[in-house]
């Protein structure tokens, strides 16, 4: 038997963390947080756990709610408006950091993507400053390291405001007008379609050689996820969203995180990881650790990565492929594949030279 003093315990220890996140006004993604409770709960018995995790689910949604930008509010932004941006989209998509709008430049006509962020604290303002810099450094890099003429797979950052009272921050970035992957993976599971190989391969290709670009210059991306994972008008890759981007010192292969009283270290194996991630679930449109279900407990997910392998790899796929992607999936990070090997890879390479 669970003892209720057992119970109220864990609640009150994540509840009151919630809280804490609340009053910095930050808004944590639900997965990550649920990876840190996870860490943090490894002396509670499993099943209080849950329950727990469950009562802070239920806080995070409300505030994400609490967080919602106002339409009319965006609508009537001075700050925006005084730089000629004009709200065009009537559906703000809320993110793990903030919310993006979509605006056209009265002037120009061109139309742009606006992460709307909060820049109150110190801490929030070095994170937005942070995130803005590596942004326009991994750009300005990849720019130079390709050939003029060349597609570029990361989404550049135009212009950087704030509001009047600088509590707000505005990070204007490029227009992607065919959505994320989150919204493809759930279009193709709504219709009963499938993602090809070939296609896929293309994506794979895209995906490794910004991720090897931003390797090779010390950079991780960090949050790499189907919501990061954008289309230009012509169904190109485009990655987007360096709120938890990092740079690697000179001499190190790592950086330090810590959540709540736990330290990890991250280097760019994480990246792989994540895209292996997510081209598992473009194919099986399911997480790799999902047991199969569309909507997966983020706390199953959690002790099936530590516990189990990846699901059965679906079929009508090559085995090279599988093997593949099998590869990103390696538990153990000093064994993963790297980006640099995966655009080494024939059948990947041979979609890069089209």
Same mark, same amino acid.
């Given at each position: 038997m669970i003892k209720n003093a057992q119970l109220v315990a864990a609640v009150m220890m994540l509840s009151s963390q919630v809280a804490k996140i609340a009053s910095q006004r930050i808004l944590m993604d639900s997965k990550l947080v649920v990876q840190i409770v996870a860490l943090q709960c490894k002396r509670i018995v499993l099943h209080v756990a849950i329950v727990a995790v469950r009562e802070l689910c239920k806080l995070l949604i409300k505030l994400n709610k609490d967080k919602q930008i106002n339409k009319l509010e965006l609508q009537e932004n001075p700050i925006l408006l005084k730089h000629d941006y004009q709200i065009i989209d009537q559906k703000p998509k809320a993110g793990a950091f903030g919310t993006v709008i979509f605006a056209r430049h009265t002037k120009k006509g061109n139309s742009v993507a606006v992460k709307q962020l909060d820049y109150r604290s110190a801490d929030q303002k070095s994170k937005v400053d942070q995130e803005y810099k590596l942004m326009k450094e991994a750009?300005?890099? *990849?720019? @130079?390291? $390709?050939? %003029? =003429? %060349?597609?570029?797979?990361? +989404?550049?950052?135009?212009?950087? #405001?704030? %509001? =009047? =009272? !600088?509590?707000?921050?505005?990070?204007?970035?490029?227009?992607? %007008? @065919?959505? =994320? *992957?989150?919204?493809?993976? @759930?279009? *193709? !599971?709504q219709r009963g379609m499938k993602m090809g190989e070939e296609m896929c391969l293309v994506y794979i290709g895209e995906i490794a050689s910004a991720l090897n670009l931003m390797h090779k210059n010390k950079i991780i991306h960090a949050d790499l996820k189907p919501e990061n994972v954008l289309f230009t008008e012509d169904y190109k890759v485009k990655l987007t969203d360096f709120g938890l981007a990092c740079r690697l010192h000179d001499g190190k292969e790592y950086v330090t995180m810590i959540g709540g009283t736990q330290e990890s270290c991250i280097t760019t194996a994480v990246d792989?990881?994540? #895209?292996? +991630?997510?081209?598992?679930? $473009? #194919?099986? $449109?399911v997480h790799p650790f999902s047991h199969g279900k569309a909507n997966p407990n983020s706390l199953q997910i959690v002790f099936s990565v530590r516990d189990e392998p990846p699901s059965k790899f679906p079929e009508g796929f090559s085995k090279d492929l599988e093997k593949l992607i099998m590869r990103m999936l390696e538990k153990d990070q000093t064994r993963r594949i790297t980006a640099e090997q995966i655009l080494a890879v024939p059948e990947v390479a041979a979609k890069l030279r089209r």
């Open positions: 750009f300005r890099t *990849m720019k @130079k390291a $390709l050939p %003029s =003429d %060349s597609f570029i797979p990361l +989404v550049q950052p135009i212009d950087f #405001l704030t %509001s =009047d =009272d !600088r509590n707000q921050a505005f990070l204007i970035l490029e227009y992607c %007008s @065919k959505g =994320d *992957m989150r919204d493809q993976i @759930k279009e *193709m !599971r792989i990881w994540a #895209l292996g +991630v997510i081209i598992y679930e $473009l #194919l099986a $449109l």
